[in-house]
């Protein structure tokens, strides 16, 4: 039951606004730890926690007004010159602002949040009182017995609740800098334990669904509105040449304005389609301003000294993609901090300064979005990289040896690769970047490293616009057609079965002096063929180059994916309608390459799944 019935609507209107604000004050938190003096910031985040603090006093949620409320007082003598800004001070801040973040949790799944966590208000009311030490929330314990921290709370942290996330505006911003400082060093007096992570509050993230609402731009839904009332003055004119042309005026001037209105018709719709999906479009800056406390609280845990820079917060893209790249990037600002970056003695005896670089961007090219997740680390060494996939059973050695240097660093994405000896908290089970290899192919995007020893790696991410629309290569295979996504194509040859070369069993064809493996498409899908291919399409995955081999083609196609009923075959991503209404399976490629040994077989076009939406 909810502890807010009858203010259902205040309580969404609310986690929306407080959670945008509350990204900003994180932000806002982690640049003032390098400007401490920044009037602007300190008056910015006294603000944010008024802001918040007077919206929960409309939902007489007591426990989240008393805490934001000693935060906002604390800012307020930070601001006045009473109280000076130091490392534990901050700590003090970051500690109250996360569990504000979990109250919101609570108010996002309608109940009224626990109280916060006494430590937690003790340590707000000491340095208020001008105390320097934290309170200690159990007895003490020998420093050398610290527990690691907990990243899995401290991942949480990144993640919005579903229904408390918010949109940001659309207006561009301009290129961010955060600095992450190194944990300071121990004081000469014996440290306080940390207090305990469980303090009889179940605080546990509920997986919740994606959100169900977005904001855009009234002036979007402006152009939306102009050329639907264009498209019914279209309409009616088709209607009047119609009248004509069944009263039998088929003369030149009534053909030649039926075409001139189907010409208009075509532009119109195709504007409306723009249109309509540029409402689903956000600013990436809503994912980014989740990072720098995420950065900042690692690379203090690990002794490290990172500055963040962010770049391109405001590249839009489609809302669900931004909501499902959240955990790979989570894992490639992790993997940044934890083992591209050295620590700053590394650093400085390898002749770079102390304090390093990680670079997060987002750009737009042509109809795609490139993200870059770069350091200026120690780099990969695809020797060491090969070798480790070896000790691991990853490969075998025929495999290592036909690796280029460029293949060898994507070896980090197979299930259990790790360079790490050591299981931590933070790294060493192998599982980070498969996950992120694997959410990036779900997006029907491309994934690519580049990297030098001492110099750094960069991690590309390259992704459709938006999934609701597909760039699809329709190809035909014992006269049925086949969408591939276009994302994969590189390039359409001429094929033959004479330029196929056994190389270790495997069928091969040379393109340009590289050795590419062959997949016919009819042994990928179980079917026997009635024809030799006669033509090769270049594809290219993440860590697969390979030429698909067809029978024809038909050409480039942006369609829209519908699910198949009751039926999802292996390697089948669904199905869409082509121009004359018959059926088009999508195929998925990564799947139907990793299933192509199986005993599956997709259906003839006689026994072919039906689409939802067929009989619409």
């Not at 730890?33 to 910015?44: F, I």
């Not at 050398?144 to 949480?156: R, V």
Request: glycine share 6%.
């Amino acid at each position: 039951m909810s502890d807010f019935a009858g203010m259902e609507e205040l309580l969404q209107d609310f986690l929306t606004e407080s959670s945008e604000l509350l990204s900003d004050v994180d932000n806002k938190l982690v640049e003032l730890e390098k400007y401490p003096e920044d009037k602007g910031l300190l008056n910015d985040i006294f603000r944010g926690f008024h802001t918040i603090k007077g919206g929960a006093g409309f939902l007489n949620a007591t426990p989240l007004v008393t805490l934001c409320h000693r935060t906002e007082n604390l800012f307020d003598k930070l601001r006045n010159g009473e109280l000076k800004l130091n490392s534990h001070v901050m700590d003090v801040i970051l500690d109250a602002t996360g569990v504000v973040r979990d109250m919101f949790g609570d108010l996002a799944q309608s109940r009224m949040p626990a109280p916060a966590p006494q430590h937690i208000l003790d340590n707000l009311d000491a340095v208020l009182s001008g105390q320097t030490a934290p309170v200690a929330a159990a007895p003490a314990a020998a420093a050398s017995q610290l527990g690691e921290p907990d990243w899995q709370q401290l991942y949480q942290a990144v993640v919005v609740p579903a229904d408390a996330a918010a949109q940001l505006t659309s207006k561009p911003a301009p290129s961010t800098a955060v600095a992450a400082a190194p944990a300071p060093a121990p004081a000469a007096t014996p440290a306080a334990s940390a207090p305990p992570p469980a303090q009889s509050r179940d605080r546990s993230p509920a997986s919740s669904p994606q959100e169900a609402t977005i904001r855009i731009d009234t002036q979007r839904l402006d152009q939306v509105l102009n050329l639907s009332g264009e498209i019914g003055l279209t309409k009616n004119r088709l209607t009047t040449i119609r009248t004509e042309i069944m009263q039998g005026n088929l003369g030149a001037n009534t053909l030649r304005s039926l075409d001139e209105a189907v010409s208009q018709l075509d532009l119109l719709v195709g504007d409306l389609q723009n249109a309509v999906m540029k409402t689903r479009m956000q600013p990436i800056g809503r994912l980014f301003q989740k990072y720098p406390r995420l950065a900042r609280d690692l690379a203090r845990q690990l002794g490290k000294e990172v500055e963040l820079v962010l770049s391109g917060e405001e590249t839009e893209l489609d809302k669900t993609m931004i909501e499902d790249l959240n955990d790979p990037l989570v894992h490639l600002v992790r993997n940044a901090v934890d083992h591209g970056i050295e620590t700053p003695e590394e650093r400085l005896a390898a002749g770079k300064s102390a304090q390093s670089i990680v670079e997060l961007s987002a750009q737009q090219v042509g109809d795609h979005i490139v993200i870059e997740v770069a350091d200026d680390g120690r780099g990969m060494n695809a020797g060491m990289l090969r070798k480790k996939a070896l000790e691991k059973g990853l490969i075998d050695l025929e495999q290592a040896n036909n690796l280029d240097d460029k293949q060898a660093l994507h070896l980090i994405f197979l299930p259990g690769f790790s360079t790490k000896d050591q299981i931590s908290s933070v790294s060493g089970r192998g599982v980070g970047m498969d996950v992120v290899r694997t959410n990036i192919q779900k997006l029907n995007g491309r994934i690519d490293i580049s990297s030098a020893p001492n110099e750094g790696t960069k991690i590309s991410i390259s992704l459709p616009l938006t999934l609701a629309i597909l760039p699809v290569l329709v190809v035909k295979v014992c006269n049925q057609p086949f969408a591939v996504p276009l994302a994969m194509v590189r390039e359409i040859i001429p094929f033959s079965s004479d330029s196929i070369q056994e190389v270790s069993g495997r069928p091969t064809i040379v393109v340009r002096d590289e050795i590419l493996p062959v997949r016919r498409l009819t042994e990928l899908l179980g079917w026997k063929a009635t024809q030799e291919p006669c033509f090769g399409v270049l594809m290219q995955s993440a860590e697969k180059t390979f030429i698909l081999a067809i029978d024809s083609f038909i050409g480039r196609d942006d369609v829209v994916i519908k699910p198949l009923q009751n039926i999802r075959p292996k390697g089948v991503a669904g199905a869409t309608l082509s121009g004359d209404g018959a059926v088009v399976l999508v195929l998925d490629m990564e799947d139907l390459l990793s299933n192509d040994r199986g005993d599956h077989k997709l259906a003839r076009a006689g026994n072919m799944p039906m689409l939802e939406a067929a009989a619409v």
